[in-house]
Each structure stands twice: as C-alpha cells, then as structure tokens.
C-alpha cells in the first residue's frame, strides 16, 4: 500500500517568515494530495489539495508544490501568522488498477509554531 | 451547508464492550469515510462507504465495521474494546465515492476505553 513520509514533525519560525513541510509517498499511481490542517482539539480542515495532473498550486498565503518523477510534496506557507500555529497532515490518495482504492493515506503530521 | 456532524462526542467503555458512532455527512454528499486517530500512529484509514456499500477497507481487525443508510448517514461499530481502541474517531464526507474527492472531516469522537 501507499506510505507517506512527513517531515519535519516540528517547525518552530519567526511570524512573517515563511514555513515549508515537505512529504514524500511510495505509490506512484497516488494522484490526489490533500493537506489538512488540525488545530488543537479541533476536526482537520481541508487547506489545499493538488491533483496529478499540475505542478503547482496557490491560495493566498498557502502554495503547494508537486514533483511526480521524484514523488514529493510540499506545502509553502508565507508571512507567518499566530493562527497559522498548528500541526498540518499531507495525504496520498492512490488508485489501484482495477478501481479498487484505499482511503487517504496521512502523513504523521508537523507541528508548527509561530513564534511571535 | 451544514458540516458532517458526529454523535456522540465523548465515550467512555469498558473493555469487552461493544459501541456504536454516528456520523451525517454534508447535505447531498453520498461517501463516508472514517479514521482512527491517536498520538502514536496517526490518522489511519478505517473504511469508505458509498451507496450503504463498504467500498474500501483499511488494515483494521474485523471487530471494526460500519454501515451506511440511504440518507448516507453512517455508523461505525466496534466490538470487545480492547484499551488501544481508545482514540478519536472521525467521520469525513465527499461528493463521491474514493479519496479523489475533497474529503471534510467532522469533529470526531473521542472514545476512551477503560
């Protein structure tokens, strides 16, 4: 099955910096790759996604970045705010042959802290 | 709309014990999909059910199982509840059947096993 590396587990930067986690998956038939991000005590929310068939994507503040070949993402996030203090999962979605599918597979998450 | 409800939203069990977790999607969203977080592994994949069919399984013993209505709500039942059940279960709706889709996460039930 589909295997998702997260790294770092925790990132601490200054608010106004920028932040970048990075995620690596083994499928490579994945083709969907959300990231959430979880607040404590709260549900994950969906922050952006990026699908195969694009390189890059960006909302506002939050970019993501995909390299297929090397099976890598990234999620870019610049000037820093206290609310962006939480911890983010990135996820893998992959397609088997034959229509038969997983659900998402989640990386272990990074806490981020925005130091004031 | 209205986000994906879960009930009940705290539990406390005694090991052997069986329980059940209802989860109502998003209006007009037919998939359900739930997973178990805890500290040490993580969010992990239970099952998705679309049109009251489990689609896809998890790594999870058969004492987890689940079912789904023809309103699409869901429910999630786990049997004999061994300590390391003890985790927040969530429940996540998207349009359609498969992880392709945007998926929205209620806001889980934090279940406690004794």
């Known amino acids: 099955g589909e295997n998702v590396e997260q790294h770092p587990s925790t990132l601490s930067v200054q608010e106004g910096d920028s932040a970048v986690i990075k995620c690596t998956y083994s499928?490579?038939?994945?083709?969907?790759f959300p990231w959430y991000k979880q607040e404590l005590g709260k549900r994950p929310q969906l922050i952006i996604d990026?699908?195969?068939?694009?390189g890059e994507k960006k909302d506002q503040r939050i970019a993501v970045t995909l390299n297929k070949t090397a099976k890598h993402f990234s999620l870019h996030i610049t000037e820093t705010q206290p609310e962006d203090s939480a911890v983010y999962f990135c996820?893998?979605?992959?397609?088997?042959?034959?229509?038969?599918?997983?659900?998402?597979?989640f990386g272990k998450g990074t806490h981020l802290i925005i130091q004031p | 709309k209205a986000g994906v409800t879960q009930t009940p939203r705290y539990l406390i069990k005694t090991r052997g014990q069986q329980v059940t977790l209802s989860c109502s999607p998003i209006?007009?969203?037919?998939?359900v999909s739930w997973y178990q977080q805890t500290p040490g592994q993580g969010l992990q994949f239970l099952f998705e059910?679309?049109?009251?069919?489990?689609?896809n399984k998890g790594n999870f013993p058969g004492r987890f199982s689940g079912r789904q209505f023809s309103n699409s709500r869901s429910e999630m039942n786990v049997s004999t509840l061994e300590l390391g059940d003890s985790a927040l279960y969530l429940c996540?709706?998207?349009?359609?059947?498969?992880?392709?889709?945007?998926?929205?996460f209620g806001p889980g039930t934090r279940l406690t096993v004794t």
């Open positions: 990026i699908r195969s068939n694009v």
């Open positions: 996540a709706s998207s349009l359609e059947q498969g992880g392709w889709y945007e998926q929205y």
């Open positions: 499928d490579s038939a994945s083709n969907y």
């Open positions: 996820a893998a979605f992959s397609a088997r042959s034959g229509g038969g599918a997983d659900g998402l597979t």
């Open positions: 059910y679309f049109s009251e069919t489990q689609r």
């Open positions: 209006s007009g969203h037919r998939s």
